[in-house]
């Protein structure tokens, strides 16, 4: 992201995308497939080295006709 923030985006079945932002060590590339449980990101501490903090959306496209 411009912000320097980085970002995991999910593309599942039936149009789901999930997004997740604030992620630190991303273990998948653009267009990799991915399957359920695996992990696709490490999250870093936070400033204070206490604990992660992820965001995350789960969102429907619209369907195309």
């Known amino acids: ?13 039936q149009g789901l995308v999930t997004r997740f932002v ?14 359920a449980g695996e992990v696709i ?3 870093p501490a936070s400033k204070n080295g206490e604990f992660a903090n992820v965001v995350f959306e789960l ?5 195309t006709e």
Not at 22 to 35: C, I, L, P, Y
């Open 41 to 43: 990101a490490e999250l």
């Open 1 to 13: 992201l411009e912000d320097g923030r980085q970002m995991v985006v999910v593309r599942h079945d």
């Open 59 to 63: 969102r429907q496209t619209p369907k």
């Open 22 to 35: 604030h992620t630190g060590d991303n273990r998948v590339k653009n267009d990799m497939k991915v399957a």
